[in-house]
């Protein structure tokens, strides 16, 4: 069976510091991938998507970048962060067939200070 | 461009008691997919149920079943025999059968709260 793990599961940084965010698939190849943004008491919001190794697609324009080094894994980083960039991150996979349905990983909790 | 309206920020509901919460929807592209997801306190988005734009009769699963009404633009979720742990937060979602990812707009969704 697939699974989709996310790390880290919490994070507090610092405006203007870094960040990175990992997800990684297991049990699928070549899936569709996905970063989403919850605010607080708010729906989602795509921000990047992936249909391939290198292939990122944003919906967003913002200081964040996504980048896809190997098949199943997805980076979501920015090199400076802002207060506005805290929230709930959630990294997705679909199949890319049928319903296409999105699966999701646990989430990364960011609160930027 | 898509869109998805949740009209009920809150619902409550007794155990055992059946709930519908609400989903309308506008796009205008001609097939799409409709998606139901449940987000506990946890943060996690668990996939509920699915309906294609095309699909002759409502789906079900389990004791998830989805009220499409294409006409009216809405995909309505109906629990059945409500359980303390349905509590959580439900979205609504959904996304076009055009372009070569899934891109799924989600509605603000609702809480819902099973009580004794």
């Known amino acids: 069976s697939q699974t989709i793990h996310q790390w880290p599961a919490t994070l507090v940084q610092p405006v203007g510091s870094p960040l990175s965010l990992e997800c990684t698939v297991e049990?699928?190849?070549?899936?569709?991938l996905y970063w989403y943004r919850q605010a607080a008491g708010r729906g989602l919001q795509l921000l990047f998507y992936s249909v391939g190794i290198g292939q990122i697609s944003s919906e967003v324009p913002q200081n964040l970048s996504a980048s896809r080094p190997q098949d199943r894994q997805f980076i979501l980083s920015s090199k400076k962060l802002l207060l506005s960039d805290s929230g709930f991150y959630l990294c997705?996979?679909?199949?890319?067939?049928?319903?296409?349905?999105?699966?999701f990983g646990p989430g990364t909790r960011l609160t930027v200070l | 461009a898509q869109k998805i309206t949740q009209t009920q920020p809150g619902m409550f509901v007794q155990e055992k008691e059946a709930v519908t919460l609400d989903c309308t929807y506008d796009t205008s592209d001609p097939s799409y997919g409709l998606f139901w997801y449940k987000q506990p306190s946890s943060g996690e988005m668990i996939f509920l149920i699915y309906q294609g734009s095309y699909d002759q009769q409502n789906a079900t699963e389990g004791r998830y079943s989805l009220n499409f009404q294409k006409a009216r633009k809405s995909a309505n979720l109906v629990i059945s025999a409500s359980q303390l742990g349905d509590s959580a937060m439900y979205f609504c979602a959904m996304r076009p059968f055009t372009g070569t990812a899934s891109k799924l707009t989600f509605g603000t969704g609702t809480r819902l709260q099973v009580t004794l």
């Open positions: 997705a996979w679909s199949q890319g067939v049928s319903t296409d349905t999105q699966y």
């Open positions: 049990g699928t190849s070549n899936p569709n």
